[in-house]
């Protein structure tokens, strides 16, 4: 692949690629303008030792003004302008998800032959919000590319098919901007990784972003928590259960905790939006404990602690709402917009505003003893963004905005070395390259806020987005409100939060026992196996779900029989099997009653029968090489 970034400048186009710039390391270029405009290509070779990936790259394009004067205008910078030659006349397929809007067509996958233009962009500023996911693939022949945008911003993605090539360019939307003496900007980063099946490709990705491309780079190990969550139980009162009032003071989570601790499994204790005065919503920009937490929430994070788990919470640092502590202290740290006067941006892209906010949250984590820091994100930036900008600096606030929110993060990180950060924006709205490769993802959709009702199928929506965000992201995660095998089973991954009524005298923790048992034996497929998706994603009720994670001759298939579904027994290829070894396996139905048998590794292969004989009912079957090969 021959890589290169586009962009106009003073009013002509330029395409640079590195063969025809400057070398100032193995993976650094650089090209000079004669006015002092200096433009950095940074092309670095990601390694892969799977044969399905042939070659990877992460590319990411920077200007800076070292000149005496302002620079001219720049225009429509693409990081990314790239031309992938394809045989005249073949059909180049198309596989990507739709991004977040907390329904049921969150990240359903959208597959099609690529028409002659097509444009991707996300909704409002936040990278994977409704319109667009900024990972996805290309397939032609027997060549396939996949594609991953590091960009907490409004990124955007122009493919056109031509007559023997694919054209991709990959960069900003709307930039047009001129820098000041001594200025300098970055735009998105872009990964690319060519290869053979597309299917294989993900698979190959998902392992280099597990190993270079997440927090796992710098953390010993990336434990997503097994959590109890109870926020939009009894805070805000959902799910028809009676709301709480005592729950968000510190008697009434240290009762959590020890309700939780008859669960066994649950790792964690996680404070969502009820610890600062006035609450969530209205109180955002408050950094003051409600009434009922006097001693902070130190004495609540001890305790757990003692118990072995660790302590999440919520933070939404970047909006501000009218009268809040923030408002009041700091007006000139906010960003307005004219159509809405009672909610502000916190100005990430102000040196002194990214300080002071660095050092108030750093002061609460060590204060509170935080484990996970938890930031969530409930605006579209991009209309505070473009409005602020000054004439012929279009694109500037977000950029440096942008780049201010990974200083943020990285700078916490410096601080406190263990801490793990989730990122959360109305759910699932800000995932790309850049936030994964410095947080997790512990609240993939707010289709999580809600139990199962008529109208809301969280259990089927979770199914679905297991099986598409699953082929790009190592870790994501989301909650459940109820602790039967098929709830539980529809929504866990590594992790898992926990909205149980555990305050209610009924509550069963013999089932929640063993619900949260298996979950959290299955935990090591997640960290260390390969997934397949068996089904396809859809919202239709009278199907089949399924999924595998592979292993070293182990691994697991989960198994849904969705409430409408008819058919009592479904046949499914179980993959990275060795057709010549037996199997143990074990059987667990939704009552969590096990069946033991030995199986040999072709009749996986050929396909096993799997049979469930009541609808809105699972089966997990596991399995592990009992002998080698002869």
């Keep these: 692949m021959q890589f290169g970034a586009s962009f106009c400048?003073?009013?002509?186009?330029?395409?640079?690629?590195?063969?025809?710039?400057?070398?100032?390391t193995e993976s650094l270029y650089q090209y000079d303008f004669p006015d002092g405009l200096v433009v950095f290509y940074e092309a670095t070779k990601i390694p892969s030792q799977d044969p399905e990936g042939e070659e990877a790259c992460l590319a990411l394009l920077r200007f800076e003004n070292q000149g005496r004067e302002n620079t001219g205008q720049i225009f429509q910078a693409k990081t990314m302008d790239i031309t992938l030659r394809r045989k005249e006349g073949s059909s180049v397929l198309f596989h990507g998800l739709q991004g977040d809007s907390c329904g049921g067509a969150s990240f359903l996958p959208l597959d099609f032959p690529l028409p002659k233009r097509y444009h991707m962009e996300p909704v409002g500023g936040r990278s994977s919000n409704t319109s667009a996911f900024p990972f996805f693939d290309l397939a032609c022949g027997e060549k396939s590319w996949l594609?991953?945008?590091?960009?907490?911003?409004?990124?955007?993605g122009d493919l056109e098919v031509q007559e023997d090539c694919i054209r991709i360019r990959i960069g900003m939307c709307d930039s047009d901007f001129y820098l000041e003496p001594g200025e300098a900007v970055r735009l998105p980063a872009v990964f690319v990784l060519e290869g053979g099946r597309p299917d294989a490709l993900r698979r190959t990705f998902r392992k280099m972003a597990r190993e270079h491309l997440s927090p796992a780079g710098r953390l010993e190990k990336v434990a997503l928590p097994l959590a109890i969550q109870c926020f939009d139980r009894y805070f805000q009162?959902?799910?028809?259960?009676?709301?709480?009032?005592?729950?968000?003071?510190?008697?009434?989570?240290?009762?959590?905790?020890?309700?939780a601790g008859k669960c066994e499994y649950l790792d964690a204790l996680w404070m969502d939006a009820a610890w600062f005065t006035e609450g969530f919503p209205h109180g955002v920009g408050n950094y003051t404990y409600d009434g009922g937490f006097p001693e902070g929430l130190g004495?609540?994070?001890?305790?757990?602690?003692?118990?072995?788990?660790?302590?999440?919470?919520?933070?939404?640092?970047?909006?501000?709402?009218?009268?809040?502590?923030?408002?009041?202290?700091h007006p000139e740290m906010l960003l307005g917009f004219p159509w809405d006067g009672d909610t502000f941006l916190f100005d990430l892209s102000d040196g002194e505003a990214r300080g002071w906010l660095l050092e108030k949250l750093s002061a609460m984590l060590a204060e509170n003893h935080v484990d996970v820091y938890r930031q969530d994100f409930n605006m579209d930036p991009l209309p505070y963004w473009r409005h602020a900008d000054r004439e012929g600096r279009k694109g500037i606030t977000e950029m440096k905005y942008v780049e201010g929110l990974y200083w943020l993060w990285d700078s916490l990180v410096q601080r406190f070395p263990g801490l793990l950060i989730d990122d959360c924006a109305s759910g699932g709205r800000r995932i790309d390259l850049e936030t994964m490769r410095r947080a997790v993802y512990l609240w993939r959709s707010d289709t999580g806020c809600y139990p199962d009702t008529g109208d809301m199928r969280p259990s089927v929506w979770s199914e679905n987005q297991i099986l598409a965000?699953?082929?790009?992201?190592?870790?994501?995660?989301?909650?459940?409100?109820?602790?039967?095998?098929?709830?539980?089973?529809?929504?866990a991954t590594q992790g898992l939060a926990c909205n149980f009524d555990l305050l209610s005298p009924d509550f069963d923790f013999v089932l929640a026992r063993k619900a949260l048992g298996e979950v959290a034996g299955l935990r090591q497929f997640w960290e260390e196996g390969s997934f397949y998706p068996l089904t396809v994603p859809t919202v239709r009720e009278d199907v089949w779900a399924a999924w595998q994670l592979a292993g070293d001759g182990r691994g697991c298939a989960v198994f849904f029989r969705r409430g409408q579904c008819p058919w009592e027994e479904q046949r499914f290829c179980l993959r990275e099997l060795d057709p010549m070894a037996r199997y143990q396996v074990c059987l667990r139905d939704e009552d969590l009653q096990e069946t033991y048998l030995e199986l040999e590794g072709r009749e996986f292969l050929a396909g096993i029968?799997?049979?469930?004989?009541?609808?809105?009912?699972?089966?997990v079957l596991t399995y592990l090489r009992r002998q080698e090969r002869e």
Excluded: N
């Design 469 to 491: 965000l699953s082929e790009y992201l190592p870790y994501h995660a989301c909650a459940v409100w109820e602790p039967d095998a098929f709830t539980l089973r529809s929504a």
């Design 299 to 329: 004495p609540v994070a001890d305790a757990a602690h003692r118990k072995g788990m660790g302590f999440v919470l919520w933070f939404e640092p970047e909006r501000v709402c009218r009268g809040t502590q923030v408002w009041r202290e």
């Design 147 to 156: 594609f991953a945008v590091g960009w907490t911003g409004q990124w955007c």
């Design 609 to 619: 029968k799997i049979r469930i004989p009541r609808s809105r009912a699972s089966v």
């Design 9 to 24: 400048y003073r009013g002509e186009p330029v395409f640079l690629e590195p063969a025809h710039m400057m070398r100032k």
């Design 237 to 259: 009162g959902l799910g028809g259960s009676k709301k709480e009032e005592t729950w968000a003071t510190q008697p009434g989570q240290l009762r959590v905790l020890e309700r």
